[in-house]
């Protein structure tokens, strides 16, 4: 299991690697299953993270270069790729999401970093690894990405933690134990 998610029903959905989706019935107390032979709506099964959005969409990560927007309502999902180099399939990986206030979808992927905005409908790479190279010192895949209250967005590496802030990206440095501030 790579990630949980509820949605507005207070039904529990639990995303397993490979495997589908089982979906925790609150009203019948029973997992309902959601696997790529029993539906048409899921291309991937290979699952990073989950979030729900203000809507109550659930939107999910997957390896394969592809975002799902499920609708927990009808039970139906759409998919929005990203941009990655179809030679290197590791490249579209997908390995988190965060909500933004704004209702903008990021996505923390091994190419950098991905939004999606209402408006445009599609998800477009932000921060590339030659972005990321430039603060970190070498290409590094995203694991993780946080949009903030304050509308910052923090982004994990195996090798640092950076923040945008305003269009501007920085190498977040953490205090050695006994170093003043």
Do not use: C
């Not at 959905?13 to 899921?42: C, M, P, R």
């Not at 970190?136 to 694991?143: D, F, T, V």
Request: charge should be negative.
């Amino acid at each position: 299991v790579f990630a949980l998610e509820h949605d507005n029903q207070g039904n529990e959905w639990v995303f397993q690697f490979g495997q589908g989706i089982s979906v925790w019935e609150k009203e019948k107390n029973a997992f309902s299953h959601y696997t790529q032979d029993n539906v048409d709506w899921l291309p991937s099964v290979r699952f990073f993270d989950a979030k729900r959005d203000a809507n109550g969409h659930i939107w999910v990560a997957t390896l394969d270069g592809v975002v799902l927007e499920i609708n927990p309502s009808d039970r139906t999902a759409q998919s929005h790729a990203i941009s990655f180099d179809d030679s290197e399939d590791k490249s579209g990986r997908v390995y988190g999401l965060s909500v933004a206030s704004d209702g903008g979808i990021y996505a923390a992927a091994y190419n950098g970093l991905h939004h999606w905005s209402p408006s445009s409908g599609q998800f477009e790479l932000m921060i590339s690894q030659q972005h990321i190279a430039q603060i970190l010192g070498a290409p590094e895949p995203l694991r993780h990405v946080l949009s903030d209250s304050m509308g910052r967005v923090w982004l994990s590496t195996r090798n640092g933690l950076m923040l945008l802030d305003q269009k501007k990206l920085t190498r977040m440095a953490f205090m050695e134990r006994g170093q003043a501030l």
